[in-house]
Structure formats: C-alpha cells, structure tokens
Nanobody, 124 residues
Framework: QVQLVESGGGLVQAGGSLRLSCAAS????????MGWFRQAPGKEREFVAG????????IYADSVKGRFTVSRDNPKNTVYLQMNSLKPEDTAVYYC?????????????????WGQGTQVTVSS
C-alpha cells in the first residue's frame, strides 16, 4: 500500500504563509492524482486542493482559491501545498491523500490512501 506522511504544519499569524509537504512511498506515486483535505474540530473533512498525475490540472475549493497552490515533484515522490494569506478559519488538521487514478477529483471516496495529518493553526 501507499504510505503518506505530512509535514510543515505549525502556528502562524493571520496573513502569513505556510508550506505543507507530503512524502509518499512506492514507485507508483506518479500515476496517482493527489489531494489535500482539512478537518476543523467538530466539522467534516473537506476538500481543499487536488492535482493530477501530470501536475498540470489543479482544482481548488472556493474558500482557498487564489491563496493556496498545490504542486508535485514526482521524482521526489512529494506533493506540496503552499498556503498564503492565511486566515483564522484555515485552522484545521490538513491531510494529504492519494487517488487510484490520474484524474483530479474532489470526492473523498476516490482517495483510498491517507496520511496522518498535520496541524495548522492561524492566530488573529
């Protein structure tokens, strides 16, 4: 199975930036679409951003569009989430996930592989 490990979370002031990384195991990483999700206390896990196997087709939730950027480095088996202009409402545990196809998707059921998550806290 694919193993995913997130890193880069922490405490940041509103308006600041943070870059999350997700390292994946296995040699089939480049064939998977990847996604970022987040879950705040008492809320459902929601889609944040997704990227196709090629890295050329990206989609974003309306709440983060224009502020967040997803990218991937397939030779390094790593996907990134650059978060700029952070707001207190961005506070959540952020998870990366791998799909079983190369097409970008927002559906949680399309992602069978998940990391353990990394905490992002934005103070005002």
């Amino acid at each position: 199975q694919v193993q995913l490990v997130e890193s880069g979370g922490g405490l940041v002031q509103a308006g600041g930036s943070l870059r999350l990384s997700c390292a994946a195991s296995g040699r089939t990483f480049s064939s998977y679409a990847m996604g970022w999700f987040r879950q705040a206390p008492g809320k459902e896990r929601e889609f944040v951003a997704g990227i196709s196997w090629s890295g050329f087709n990206n989609i974003y939730a309306d709440s983060v569009k224009g502020r967040f950027t997803v990218s991937r480095d397939n030779p390094k088996n790593t996907v990134y989430l650059q978060m700029n202009s952070l707001k207190p409402e961005d506070t959540a545990v952020y998870y990366c996930a791998a799909a079983t196809t190369g097409w970008t998707t927002t559906l949680r059921d399309d992602y069978p592989y998940w990391g353990q998550g990394t905490q992002v806290t934005v103070s005002s």
